[in-house]
């Protein structure tokens, strides 16, 4: 069995990271297949539950109130359009449901506190529920604890180095403190990051080294490529290849084992034999429904097909925890 470690060297993943990627894949799977069950991937849906109008400037994101972007500002949806979402998701195969707020951190006030609602009445439908809501203190971690919260995003978004290129409003610190905030409060950390944002090499084995060597490995990596939105700094970045997104997903694999490494945005401009690499080189996760906050994403019948035609099965929830419950299947093609 494949040594869990967290003492990873920059230059061993720099190593890994740069192995023909042949070979790459072909160690990746092995990995995958020592710790996970290669035909079982988590569907998640992400609703944006407050959208735009945010303070901060990351560089890439369409929400930020300083750019000119097509996104429509919403206040936070009320609680009921948001537990029907849930359930649509749950009718379509999805085990975890993640919500979004464009705040840059969270307040202790009514939204927030409709936001606890929500979990709770998301956390009853026995769905895995997920919020990124920007910065939170250890405190508010505890609410969201206590109100049935499974997981929490708060991407690294890239290198330490790197960071500043892309935004100014917060610093690599403050994430990792959000990040320490939550492991505290005992809830299962989700953290990765995106690719494509005009950094090297060296900056994607910086992130996957500083996610590699917490003292827990984040239970969730999310594997993003960057979806140029026109407004935004980056909207001239090239796509990012194919094989860009199988070299990251497969280091991540190799080097934090038992993550659910999750495809991310960007998978809407993927083939089904592109999508495929990625599941051969250890992805084991997907977001279902037509949209990812803001940006496009494959509709729920493509990842149908998808599935069919990979012999990919949903994967249950709460599967790590000692809950378990029945989940939905992927509703079959005709």
Known sequence: MTEIRNNWTKEEIEKIYNQPILELIYNAATVHREYNDPQEVQVCTLLSVKTGGCPEDCSYCPQ???????????????????????????????????????????RDNRD?????????????????????????????????????????????????????????????????????AVRKAKISVCSGGIIGLGEQHKDRVGMLHTLATMEEHPESVPVNALVPVEGTPLEKQPKVSVWEMVRMIATARIIMPKAMVRLSAGRVRM????????????????FAGDKLLTTPNPEVNEDAELFQVLNLKPRASFKDKERTVEFQQIPTVS
């Open 64 to 106: 930020a109130a300083r750019y000119h972007t097509d996104v429509k500002v919403h206040k936070l949806l009320p609680k009921e359009q948001v537990l029907e979402s849930a359930r649509t998701a749950k009718e379509n195969g999805s085990t975890r449901f993640c919500m979004g707020a464009a705040w840059r951190e969270v």
């Open 112 to 180: 927030f506190d409709s936001v606890l609602e929500m979990v709770k009445g998301i956390n009853a439908m026995d769905m895995e529920v997920c919020c990124t809501l920007g910065m939170l203190t250890e405190s508010q971690a505890e609410k969201l604890k206590e109100a049935g919260l499974y997981a929490y995003n708060h991407n690294l978004d890239t290198s330490e180095e790197h960071y500043e290129d892309i935004i100014s409003t917060r610093t690599y610190g403050d994430r990792l403190d959000t990040i320490g």
């Open 271 to 286: 083939s089904q034999e592109e999508q495929a690499l990625c599941f051969m080189a250890g992805a084991n996760s997907i």
